[in-house]
Nanobody
Framework: QVQLVESGGGLVQPGGSLRLSCAAS????????RGWYRQAPGKERELVAR???????TYADAVKGRFTISRDNAKNTVYLQMNSLKAGDTAVYYC?????????WGQGPQVTVSS
């Protein structure tokens, strides 16, 4: 099994920044993709950003130029730096890992962008 522990959510004003962290533990031999998804009330879960084992990054159009995904392999941790936050970014953000033993999700920190 894989455990994903997330941190960094909270309340921020429009234009502000937050950084989410997701530390993975468990029997991970190879992580193929690590990413962040989000789900706003009444909407489906959507991809925000992900990074492949080779370091290739993918972003949703809505966050390009504002969000940055990165990872620290030594800490088995992936980060999402979110800048210039907007009200439309308000959602529960879920960490995801696709690895040699399956597809796993974190519990999801709430990110609320409001004045």
């Amino acid at each position: 099994q894989v455990q994903l522990v997330e941190s960094g959510g909270g309340l921020v004003q429009p234009g502000g920044s937050l950084r989410l962290s997701c530390a993975a533990s468990g029997s991970i031999f190879s992580a193929y993709f690590r990413g962040w998804y989000r789900q706003a009330p009444g909407k489906e879960r959507e991809l925000v950003a992900r990074i492949s084992s080779g370091g290739v990054t993918t972003y949703a159009d809505a966050v390009k130029g504002r969000f940055t995904i990165s990872r620290d392999n030594a800490k088995n941790t992936v980060y999402l730096q979110m800048n210039s936050l907007k009200a439309g970014d308000t959602a529960v953000y879920y960490c995801n890992i696709i690895c040699n033993i399956g597809n796993f999700w974190g519990q999801g920190p709430q990110v609320t962008v409001s004045s």
